[in-house]
Structure formats: structure tokens, C-alpha cells
């Protein structure tokens, strides 16, 4: 496609229940990545797929947060038993290549807005 | 990891020049960069530095002092639609960059 696209754009859920959020990243992009936007706060970063590597977890919050990629498509991101704090806007990237690190411009979807009430 | 600060809120008036700041701490530097993100919006790519100097494109320029870990965004001729928030992101030692909280700019007539 022409960008990176996710859905749901919106998401109302209650309290302890599970929800998912996908991201199509943009095709031939091998890099990926989620990030958490707490209203009038910064991007936290939560995980990183690049290519048929070992994902990088190091951002995952707490165990109730998990995400899977096929491939170098398309990735999910779970959220288990959610919490009020889980609130946020869900944000994913993709890069033609992250290991490299240098001028690999991140692309950003228009995230997915979650609300646990 | 890496500690990046950057002023909060900032104002300036239609037509004129702002100049927001990124100072940070880290090791491994691999590169810096500004993204803008309108209210609502995914953040957009702007600049990227990873030698000392100065980068123009159009209106917008962005600093780097690798030595003094800080870095600038400057824009010129204001335009109401540069309100905005302004992300400084660090990359350090991965492939992964650590983004500052943000400067949200507003423009005023």
C-alpha cells in the first residue's frame, strides 16, 4: 500500500477485557515497530520486528502485552486482561531496514486509539 | 539508555522564527531526528542529522553538536499550520530511536 495503515482507528473496551491491534506496514519494509502515546506524552517504544530476526521486547510494559509479525507483513499487537493505563494511541512504524541503523526514516501509521474504561 | 529533554510548550507569531532545542545524553550516537506531529495525526518525518551542521530543507533546518549532545530545529516564516508537536528522537548503539516528549509550537496570527 501507500503508507503504513492500522486498525481498528478506534477502540472502546472494558476493563479486563483482550483486545487487538493490526498494522500492515508498508510492503518491502523489513523493519517494524510498535509504540505507546500517552495523551500529551512521548512515544514509548514497546517492541521491534526486523526481518526473520528475534523480535526485541525490551519496551513490552508488563506480560499482558505481546505482538507477532508474519513474515515482514503484517503484525499484531495483543493486549491481554486490559487496564485502565492501557489507555493510550497505539502507533506502529516500519523502516526499509533498522539494523543498519543511519538514515532509515521510520513511517508512521495513524495509530489505533484505545479507551479501557 | 538515553535522556532527551526538550522545552515543553513554546509560542511564536506568524511570519517569525523559532528555534526549539533537544539536549541529550547517550552513548553509541547513531543519529538524530525531528518529526512533526499535528494533534491527532502520526508523527511525520522532518530532518535527520548524524554529522555536526547544519541541514536545511525549504523552511525548516536542524543543528547538531555531537560534542554538546544538543541539537535544534528552526523554522522559518511561521505559518499558522506549523502548530504542531515536535519530536527530537536519539538514535544510540541499535537500530531502535528513543523519542523526547515532544514541544508543542503554537503559532499565533
Known amino acids: 500500500g501507500a503508507g503504513v495503515s492500522q486498525s481498528p482507528s478506534n477502540k472502546v473496551t472494558e476493563k479486563g477485557k483482550d483486545v487487538e491491534l493490526r498494522c500492515d506496514p508498508i510492503?518491502?519494509?523489513?523493519?517494524l515497530y510498535w509504540y505507546r502515546q500517552r495523551l500529551g506524552q512521548g512515544l514509548e517504544f514497546l517492541i521491534y520486528?526486523?526481518?526473520?530476526?528475534?523480535?526485541?521486547k525490551s519496551g513490552l510494559p508488563s506480560d499482558r502485552f505481546s505482538a507477532e509479525r508474519t513474515g515482514e507483513s503484517v503484525s499484531t499487537l495483543t493486549i491481554q486482561r486490559t487496564q485502565q493505563e492501557d489507555s493510550a494511541v497505539y502507533l506502529c512504524?516500519?523502516?526499509?531496514?533498522?539494523?543498519?541503523?543511519?538514515?532509515?526514516?521510520?513511517?508512521f501509521g495513524p495509530g489505533t486509539r484505545l479507551l479501557v474504561l | 539508555g538515553q535522556n532527551i529533554d526538550q522545552p515543553t510548550e513554546m509560542t511564536a507569531t506568524e511570519g517569525a522564527i523559532v528555534q526549539i532545542n533537544c539536549t541529550y545524553q547517550?552513548?553509541?550516537?547513531?543519529?538524530l531526528f525531528w518529526y512533526q506531529q499535528h494533534a491527532g495525526e502520526a508523527p511525520t518525518f522532518l530532518s535527520y542529522?548524524?554529522?555536526?551542521g547544519l541541514e536545511e530543507k525549504g523552511r525548516f533546518s536542524s543543528f547538531l553538536s555531537r560534542s554538546k549532545g544538543y541539537s535544534y530545529l528552526l523554522l522559518k516564516e511561521l505559518q499558522m499550520k506549523d502548530s504542531a508537536s515536535y519530536l527530537c528522537?536519539?538514535?544510540?548503539?541499535?537500530?531502535?530511536?528513543?523519542f523526547g516528549r515532544g514541544t508543542s509550537l503554537i503559532v499565533h496570527p
Open positions: 512504524a516500519s523502516s526499509l531496514e533498522g539494523s543498519q541503523g543511519g538514515k532509515e526514516t521510520q513511517y
Open positions: 510492503s518491502g519494509h523489513t523493519a
Open positions: 520486528f526486523q526481518g526473520n530476526s528475534a523480535p526485541d
Open positions: 547517550t552513548s553509541g550516537f547513531n543519529g
Open positions: 542529522n548524524v554529522l555536526d
Open positions: 528522537a536519539v538514535r544510540a548503539g541499535s537500530y531502535i530511536p528513543t
